[in-house]
Nanobody, 123 residues
Framework: QVQLVESGGGSVQAGGSLRLSCVAS????????MGWFRQAPGKQREGVAAIRRDGTTAYADSVKGRFTISQDSTRTTLYLQMNSLKPEDTAMYYC?????????????????WGQGTQVTVSS
């Protein structure tokens, strides 16, 4: 079993920055890909960024150039650096992990999910 705990959310003004963290614990040896997803009220959960064990990344078009996903050397802590935040980035942000190799932005790929951390961007 894998546990994921997110932190770092908060409220910022448009143009500001936040850094999200996700710590993985439990049986993490089989994790090959991790990702960040978000869900705004009334909308479906969508992929934001993903990273594979070897560092290969994938980003949603809406965040390219503004968000950066990374992981620490132990690959048990995942980060999302969010710059130039916009009001439309407001959502609950979730960390996810899976044993599959592809750094997918699809929610269907991921077996393990965190509880989420709220990000609110005001104009």
């Amino acid at each position: 079993q894998v546990q994921l705990v997110e932190s770092g959310g908060g409220s910022v003004q448009a143009g500001g920055s936040l850094r999200l963290s996700c710590v993985a614990s439990g049986y993490t040896g089989n994790i090959n890909s991790m990702g960040w997803f978000r869900q705004a009220p009334g909308k479906q959960r969508e992929g934001v960024a993903a990273i594979r064990r070897d560092g290969t990344t994938a980003y949603a078009d809406s965040v390219k150039g503004r968000f950066t996903i990374s992981q620490d050397s132990t690959r048990t802590t995942l980060y999302l650096q969010m710059n130039s935040l916009k009001p439309e980035d407001t959502a609950m942000y979730y960390c996810a992990a899976d044993s599959r190799w592809a750094p997918s932005l699809s929610t269907f790929q991921y077996m393990h999910w965190g509880q989420g951390t709220q990000v609110t961007v005001s104009s």
